[in-house]
């Protein structure tokens, strides 16, 4: 069975520290991707990445950035939380080439104090 | 920009029912579309696949169908069930980026089926 598995279900954090969001695949997928999730805006692509070290912004960088320094690792990292980025975030990963299909994680629910 | 749009955006159904979800999007140029499950507070699951090439899947009681050049699909549910109940989006891949961005989602169809 293939597996994106996300480091925590549930996350509290304060405004202004550092965090991490972690993601690790073990199908050997060139292409992840990260995501948050809103009431009534849907999921809104924030970073993705299709090869090791490489990155691409998505629709919403702004206050992120990530790392993948393995293959089956893609990291989320928020430079210095906010509220308004509480949120649900998901990651999902897909094989390269352009017929293939996506897999999600199970989310980490994050809040902003 | 690609936009997708999922109507209705809920729908509540009495169990055996047979239904249908649609998906629109507004550029044809897809490599595929996907249908997904989302359970309350939890991760997407994937349900189909439909390369943009193929008109149709299935798996179980679940049809989907895609229509490229008009720029519609639609997930088909047959005798639903109460444990259907979810929400369900659509999402797809569009032609820029060779196939390496992410998908394009739909808002999703929050379906409930009543016992």
């Known amino acids: 069975d293939v597996k994106v598995t996300q480091s925590s279900r549930y996350l509290v954090k304060r405004t202004g520290e550092k965090v991490f969001l972690e993601c690790v695949q073990d199908?050997?997928?060139?292409?992840m991707f990260w995501y948050r999730q809103d009431p009534g805006l849907g999921l809104r692509l924030i970073y993705f990445?299709?090869?090791?070290?490489?990155?691409e912004k998505g629709d919403i960088p702004e206050g992120y950035s990530v790392s993948r320094e393995k293959k089956e690792r893609f990291s989320l990292i928020l430079e210095s939380a906010s509220t308004n980025q509480t949120s649900m975030y998901l990651c999902?990963?897909?094989?390269?080439?352009?017929?293939?299909?996506?897999?999600f994680g199970q989310g980490t629910r994050l809040t902003v104090v | 920009k690609q936009e997708v749009t999922q109507i209705p955006a809920a729908l509540s159904v009495p169990e055996g029912e047979n239904l249908v979800l649609n998906c629109s999007f507004t550029?044809?140029?897809?490599?595929?579309l996907q249908w997904f499950r989302q359970d309350p507070g939890k991760g997407l699951t994937s349900l189909l696949l439909?390369?943009?090439?193929?008109r149709e899947q299935t798996s179980g009681r679940l049809n989907a169908s895609l229509d490229k050049s008009s720029g519609r699909s639609t997930l088909y549910i047959a005798a639903s069930q109460p444990g259907d109940s979810a929400t369900y989006l659509c999402?797809?891949?569009?032609?820029?980026?060779?196939?390496?961005?992410?998908?394009?989602f739909g808002k999703g169809t929050h379906l409930i089926i009543q016992p």
């Open positions: 999902a990963s897909r094989l390269g080439g352009v017929v293939t299909e996506a897999f």
């Open positions: 199908m050997d997928h060139e292409n």
């Open positions: 990445s299709y090869d090791v070290k490489m990155k």
């Open positions: 550029d044809s140029a897809i490599y595929n």
């Open positions: 439909i390369q943009s090439s193929q």
């Open positions: 999402a797809v891949i569009p032609y820029s980026g060779g196939g390496a961005d992410g998908l394009t």
